[in-house]
Nanobody
Framework: QVQLVESGGGLVQPGGSLRLSCAAS????????MDWYRQAPGKEREFVAS???????NYADSVKGRFTISRDNAKNTGWLHMNGLKPEDTGVYYC??????????WGKGTLVTVSS
């Protein structure tokens, strides 16, 4: 079982930046994908970004050019760098990893609030 802990959320003004972290621990097979999702109040959880074991990245259109996903395979840690934050980026951000045995695990989330 993989345990994921997200951190780095908080309150930021529009136009500001935050860096979220996701640390994986426990019995880990090779992590083939690390993803970030978010859930705004009253809305469904949505995909934000993903990065493969080979650093291939994919982003939701709403965050392209503003967010950057990265990871350190040796440390089983990933990050989501968020720039140019907008009020509509507000929500709980979740980390998800998929292992080579096709098991997926989710963190408990970290709250990001973008407000003046």
């Amino acid at each position: 079982q993989v345990q994921l802990v997200e951190s780095g959320g908080g309150l930021v003004q529009p136009g500001g930046s935050l860096r979220l972290s996701c640390a994986a621990s426990g019995s880990i097979f090779s992590i083939v994908s690390m993803d970030w999702y978010r859930q705004a109040p009253g809305k469904e959880r949505e995909f934000v970004a993903s990065i493969s074991k080979y650093s291939n990245t994919n982003y939701a259109d709403s965050v392209k050019g503003r967010f950057t996903i990265s990871r350190d395979n040796a440390k089983n840690t990933g990050w989501l760098h968020m720039n140019g934050l907008k009020p509509e980026d507000t929500g709980v951000y979740y980390c998800k990893v998929t292992e080579s045995n096709y098991m997926a695990s989710w963190g408990k989330g970290t709250l990001v609030t973008v407000s003046s």
